[in-house]
T-cell receptor, first 112, second 111 residues
């Protein structure tokens, strides 16, 4: 059973701080990793993808991947109240373009 | 492209009635997924298609659920008969290797 684990939160950070969201996965052969943001009552929105070990930066967002530790994280710099949402980690298992396996998400609250 | 389009956005029905949810994927995406989301269970994959062919329906909870994809631009998820425990948000998503893109979802309430 392929699993993706996330802390459900809520994770509360003050405005302007760095929010750190973490995710572990069970399938060691997984090749691609995604972060989705889901506002309450809305659909998941793809915000970051990462495929190789290391960091990938996009604006205020940085995704970090460590395949040896089966760990992927999302850092949000200069957090804003508008970043308050649930963040879903998703993993594409080793066998090509197959369905993503989603974690249950971490609820982030940025306090003004 | 308008993205993945789902209809209806909201559906309220009585227990025992048939419910049909509809999805138009993004043009050119050859995978289509149906997910269900609840607070308790999170996002659950129900079924997915590749080039209109159902690949894995092991996530479909019961025989009351069925899905079709008659062509590359249309899919349906049907529940017959519906039950209160089917109440959830149902998402359709289509994908490339760059990730999956979700429709706005259908919020189903079975009373």
């Amino acid at each position: 059973q392929k699993e993706v684990e996330q802390n459900s939160g809520p994770l509360s950070v003050p405005e302007g701080a760095i929010a750190s969201l973490n995710c572990t996965y069970s399938d060691r052969g997984s090749q691609s990793f995604f972060w989705y943001r889901q506002y309450s009552g809305k659909s998941p929105e793809l915000i970051m993808s990462i495929y190789s070990n290391g960091d990938k930066e996009d604006g205020r967002f940085t995704a970090q991947l460590n395949k040896a530790s089966q760990y992927v994280s999302l850092l949000i710099r200069d957090s804003q109240p508008s970043d308050s949402a649930t963040y879903l980690c998703a993993v594409n298992p080793s066998s090509g373009n197959t369905p993503l396996v989603f974690g249950k998400g971490t609820r982030l609250s940025v306090i003004a | 492209d308008a993205g993945v389009i789902q209809s209806p956005r909201h559906e309220v029905t009585e227990m025992g009635q048939e419910v049909t949810l509809r999805c138009k994927p993004i043009s050119g995406h050859d995978y289509l997924f149906w997910y269900r989301q609840t607070m308790m269970r999170g996002l659950e994959l129900l079924i997915y298609f590749n080039n209109n062919v159902p690949i894995d329906d092991s996530g479909m909870p019961e025989d009351r659920f069925s899905a079709k994809m008659p062509n590359a631009s249309f899919s349906t998820l049907k529940i017959q008969p519906s039950e209160p425990r089917d109440s959830a948000v149902y998402f359709c998503a289509s994908s490339t290797r760059m990730g999956a893109f979700f429709g706005q979802g259908t919020r189903l309430t079975v009373v």
